[in-house]
């Protein structure tokens, strides 16, 4: 019966590769291609998750909604959500180097969590929100595992998909010139800060959509369901990793990165207690170690981004 | 041999391409050299050169005898050569007087010397020693720039487009300076845009063109040239 | 309420808590100024700075003030390091590429926060402090001493940028960084005195904010929002700009709790910092925009 419990297993860890591959894929759009910093991914993706719970539970009392929609109805919520909030923030700061970005997505994800852990009403603060309805959620549960991995998939070539049509269109290139040489871009008559907007919002959308698939997978969701930092810092690692500007690369660095982390769990996880406190510490620690030896040995990644696209950058990198 | 400055066929550019395609030049104690030619013939290109302040992928440039083709500029600095870039040449959130302090960085000691002698080819600056240079006029900035490259005393003075954006009365001014400082004993290379003037005023010139050497002479010699005439002139 | 509530229970924590702020601030407008990133792992070395002087009380049995200024040396000596193993090969590259490297120091900085000294909250002295009276005034001595300290180091590190030979270096790398190069002033110098400094402020915000509230290992990711805000509202480079904006951001906090629930104090950086950029991105002291 091993091999059934190792195939669920590699089920589960399928689906929430699929899910921060989708949040790696946002990212790529900002940082691959058009050079802005998100610092704030896990409220992006904290967002998407609370929008789809509140819009697809039944209702409760207490707290807003819900509103018992259908589930791709809180998909799109989560979306436009995320969205949403990354407008007003990526308005004011992406006429500045992308440094303000990073301190203002911090920012904003610590608002959001705070929002998330104190609003009652709309959160339902420390108990969070149940009864997330999952779509094929009442077959049984390897049938269930396995049709909410196929929609993931699903979901996640279509964007895969998506972004490639984007990027090799004239729209990717004219990004891509922003990111490498913004005044020549901006001497073209190009509108840099609107066209940066539209990456910002693209990429916070998808992570949006990350958030409200890991909701509904997991039928509830918490303020603890996410460390923060942590969250935000590992697609950091898978996009650098993977080969930032190569939508490929992004997925592939998800599944590596992804791999890693949830082995070295199992492996701490056999510790005694009073170690295995510290070693989730000393994995944080190696997960910092390993952003640092990429960006010093192999800043391209493991599927650097094709040749031809990238000018300025890799010039100024020598 | 009382060249201070010689290059022999010096080939670089930025990145891969070669603005600079074997320019040579010379330069003797106490001369004033004008590099003149049209737009993107490679002047200020030349003088960065000199500077180590681009890839030189061929010839060399010696300094009073020493080699220093492909010197990091803080040892050229040492070398007794001091650039004066065309913009941004002036430490604007710090006082004129910092801004010199700040020239003779490397020089430890007394400096008195130093200052009294660039607050008497500038005496202006004196008098505003302790405004921020950002507050000058552009000519009193331009001032400041010298005055701060010349703390070291240089052997090798270089100056791109000092007179860049300045009144006739201004660009008079510096030249008569730029020939104070040559009779103390400091060799001058510019780069200069108002070729007629600086041919006027120079001891001798190199006009240059699509990264080469076009012409060479003394300032009347060049002036009298008919080609010189027809790429400068209007003629 | 009287105006004698309002400076106890909201003015005095106030400048306190914006004392802090200006010691972390200064150091993140310096790094911003002369190194050009924003260093994100500033709030974590300001954790270290705080354990690190909780490790001289307990292993020295020092008291806190005492291991001030060892906790400063060390602090600086890991900014150093730090700065060597992770940011000085990345010089050449695009400065955005830093402020990624900071983001991961800032996350290995707290995990060694985290396995040494572990995630439990800590003092540096047991039992109540009681405030004194002067005029109404409520203070107790180490919130004097906060204040006090912060005014001399600034005072301290003014006089040094002024005065100092290596002062006016940094002050010209952060002006005109070609043009000091083209003088001759050593860049590596340059940006290893901006850590040594950096680094001691640092340990000073965190010892401060463990003195005045607790150690916990978040206490300074929790800071870094109102640091930047605080250096970015007093105008990027000004180190008098940073105090300005680190007491702003302090007073502006404790006074939107008249407003907002406590929980909120965060936002209130965040709105701050909001509002400069899309009103005054140079801040009050005109400071530089990146």
Redesign the interface.
């Known amino acids: 019966m091993e091999w059934i419990g190792l195939a669920n297993y590699a089920v589960f860890m399928a689906i929430f590769i699929c899910i921060y591959a989708l949040l790696s894929l946002g990212l790529n759009i900002q940082w691959g291609f058009t050079g802005l910093f998100n610092a704030g991914i896990a409220g992006f993706f904290a967002v998407g998750a609370y929008t789809s719970a509140i819009l697809t539970s039944p209702a409760v009392e207490g707290r807003i909604g819900g509103f018992d929609l259908p589930v791709p109805v809180g998909w799109i919520g989560a979306m436009l959500a995320a969205a949403l909030i990354a407008w007003p923030i990526g308005k004011i700061c992406l006429r500045f180097r992308s440094d303000y970005l990073a301190i203002a997505t911090i920012g904003v994800a610590e608002i959001i969590r705070l929002v998330i852990k104190s609003e009652d009403w709309l959160t339902n603060s420390a108990r969070g929100i149940t009864d997330i309805p999952r779509p094929f959620g009442d077959l049984p549960y390897v049938y269930s595992q396995l049709a909410y991995l196929a929609i993931v998939a699903g979901v996640l070539l279509v964007a895969y998909l998506m972004v490639e049509r984007q990027i090799a269109a004239p729209w990717g290139r004219m990004m891509r010139a922003i990111r490498d040489n913004e005044d020549a871009a901006r001497a073209m008559g190009k509108d840099v800060p609107f066209r940066r907007l539209e990456a910002f919002i693209f990429g916070s959308a998808l992570m949006g959509l990350g958030g409200a698939l890991f909701a509904h997978f997991n039928r509830t969701i918490t303020p603890e369901a996410i460390d923060p930092m942590i969250a935000t810092f590992l697609v950091w690692i898978m996009l650098i990793l993977g080969g930032s500007g190569n939508n490929r690369g992004a997925i592939l660095g998800v599944a590596v990165v992804w791999i890693i982390w949830s082995m070295s769990e199992i492996v701490t996880d056999q510790l005694p207690h009073e170690y295995a406190v510290k070693a989730k510490y000393m994995r944080v620690f190696l997960i910092g170690l390993m952003l640092q030896l990429v960006l010093r040995f192999r800043p391209e990644g493991l599927l650097p981004e094709p040749q031809g696209t990238r000018e300025e950058v890799s010039e100024k990198s020598k | 041999m009382s060249d201070i400055l010689v290059m022999r066929d010096l080939v670089g550019g930025y990145?891969d391409a070669n603005v600079l395609q074997g320019v040579s030049m010379t330069a003797a104690k106490a001369e004033i050299v004008v590099i003149v030619g049209p737009n993107g013939a490679g002047k200020s290109t030349a003088m960065k050169a000199i500077?180590g302040l681009l890839k030189v992928r061929g010839g060399s440039i010696t300094v009073d005898g020493t080699d220093i083709t492909g010197w990091e500029?803080?040892r050229i600095?040492?070398a007794g050569v001091?650039?004066v870039?065309q913009v941004?040449?002036?430490?604007?959130?710090?006082t004129v007087h910092?801004n010199l302090?700040?020239?003779a960085?490397?020089r430890s000691g007394d400096l008195s010397a130093a200052y009294d002698r660039v607050y008497t080819l500038f005496p202006d600056l004196k008098e505003r020693r302790k405004a921020l240079a950002g507050n000058l006029s552009g000519g009193q900035r331009q001032m400041v720039a010298m005055g701060?490259a010349l703390m070291?005393e240089p052997k090798l003075l270089l100056l791109d487009e000092p007179t860049a954006g300045l009144s006739p009365r201004y660009m008079e001014q510096i030249f008569q300076i730029c020939r104070d400082v040559r009779d103390t004993g400091v060799t001058i290379v510019l780069v200069e845009q108002h070729a007629k003037q600086a041919l006027a005023f120079a001891d001798r010139g190199y006009v240059l063109a699509s990264g080469a050497n076009r012409h060479e002479g003394t300032g009347a010699d060049l002036l009298a040239d008919r080609d010189v005439a027809d790429m400068f002139l209007g003629g | 309420m009287g105006a004698l509530e309002i400076i106890n229970f909201y003015l005095v924590p106030g400048i306190v808590i914006g004392s802090i702020y200006a010691l972390g601030a200064v150091g993140i407008t310096l790094v911003f100024a002369i190194l050009r990133y924003a260093h994100l792992a500033h709030g974590d070395l300001a954790t270290l700075g705080a354990f690190l002087a909780l490790g001289a009380v307990t292993l020295g049995g020092v008291s806190p003030y005492v291991a001030l200024p060892v906790a400063m040396v060390l602090t600086a000596a890991a900014a150093v390091m730090i700065d060597k193993a992770f940011y000085a090969y990345l010089r050449e590259r695009p400065k955005i590429v830093t402020v990624m490297a900071s983001l991961g120091v800032a996350l290995m900085v707290r995990a060694v926060v985290q396995v040494v000294w572990g995630v439990d909250s800590e003092t540096y002295t047991r039992g109540i402090v009681r405030p004194d009276v002067w005029f109404g005034i409520r203070i107790r001595d180490r919130e004097l001493i906060t204040i006090l300290a912060m005014i001399g180091l600034v005072l301290a590190l003014h006089v040094f940028l002024q005065q100092s030979k290596w002062g006016k270096a940094m002050r010209a790398m952060s002006d005109n960084p070609d043009l000091a190069l083209l003088s001759g002033v050593d860049n590596k110098k340059v940006v290893m005195l901006t850590w040594i400094i950096v680094g001691g402020l640092c340990a000073a915000a965190g010892v401060f904010l463990g003195l005045n509230y607790e150690l916990k290992a978040m206490m300074g990711w929790t800071m870094l929002l109102p640091m930047f805000a605080a250096a970015i509202l007093g105008g990027v480079g000004r180190v008098e700009g940073a105090v300005l904006g680190g007491l702003i951001v302090g007073i502006a906090e404790e006074m939107s709790t008249l407003f907002l629930p406590t929980e909120y104090k965060a936002a209130t950086a965040f709105a701050i910092l909001l509002l400069m950029l899309l009103v005054r991105p140079t801040g009050l002291l005109k400071g530089k925009v990146l």
């Open positions: 990145g500077f500029p803080n600095v040492e001091c650039y870039p941004s040449n002036v430490f604007r959130e710090m910092e302090e700040m020239g960085f490397l701060r070291l």
